[in-house]
């Protein structure tokens, strides 16, 4: 069993950076593919970038060379770390582990509470 918390969030002027951070409960975070989706209001939940058990990455192109996941096996926590924020970043950001990097939330077996990222312009 797998508890994540998720924390950074807040309000960030555009063009701007911030990093958030999830930290995972337990005693097997290595094992597992971690991943951010993002949620704007009134909008499907959406996939964002994913690391895997080796350190491999895949993003969502709309954040390709402005967003850099990676993580910390030794303190258990996933990093995400957001620069040339515009409004559009604007998102309730969740973590997600799992056993595969996939872009389908459903792929995922435990989710953090989501911290809210505000972009003003």
């Known amino acids: 069993q797998v508890q994540l918390v998720e924390s950074g969030g807040g309000l960030v002027q555009a063009g701007g950076s911030t990093r958030l951070s999830c930290a995972a409960s337990?005693?097997?975070?290595?094992?597992?593919?971690m991943a951010w989706f993002r949620q704007a209001p009134g909008k499907e939940r959406r996939f964002v970038a994913g690391?895997?058990?080796?350190?491999?990455?895949y993003y969502a192109d709309s954040v390709k060379g402005r967003f850099t996941i990676s993580r910390d096996n030794a303190k258990n926590t996933v990093y995400l770390q957001m620069n040339s924020l515009n409004p559009q970043d604007t998102a309730i950001y969740y973590c997600a582990a799992g056993g595969f990097i996939v872009t389908i939330g459903g792929g995922y077996a435990y989710w953090g509470q989501g911290t809210q990222v505000t972009v003003s312009s």
């Open positions: 690391i895997n058990q080796n350190g491999g990455t």
């Open positions: 337990g005693r097997t975070f290595s094992s597992y593919a």
